[in-house]
């Protein structure tokens, strides 16, 4: 069993930069692979980043390539989201979720999901 807390969301203007955290107890953290989805109200809940059990391995959606970046702290439990010049259409609640196979790109292969984090860009 794994429980995900994110943090570090706010209301920031355009350009701007946040970091996000997703805390994670649970001793078998270490083992997953990790995911960061993000929500916007009327929208699907789509991939944002995700990075693999070691670290080493990061997957990015294009909308955020370069932009955004994954990490891992395995000796705090914690997963972050570095997020740079941020734009209106980044608006949304982002969730941390921890992989269990397949795919890393769809939400339907992460188990155990936070309850989210707002970040709202203005223009």
């Known amino acids: 069993q794994v429980q995900l807390v994110e943090s570090g969301g706010g209301l920031v203007q355009a350009g701007g930069s946040l970091r996000l955290s997703c805390a994670a107890s649970g001793r078998t953290f270490s083992t997953y692979a990790m995911g960061w989805f993000r929500q916007a109200p009327g929208k699907e809940r789509e991939f944002v980043a995700a990075i693999n059990w070691s670290g080493s391995t990061t997957y990015y959606a294009e909308s955020v390539k370069g932009r955004f970046t994954i990490s891992r702290d395995k000796s705090e439990n914690t997963v972050f989201l570095r997020m740079n010049t941020l734009k209106p259409e980044d608006t949304a609640v982002y969730y941390c979720?921890?992989?269990?196979?397949?795919?890393?790109?769809?939400?339907?292969?992460?188990?155990?999901w936070g309850q989210g984090t707002q970040v709202t860009v203005s223009s």
């Open positions: 979720a921890a992989h269990m196979g397949g795919s890393y790109y769809s939400r339907y292969n992460y188990n155990y």
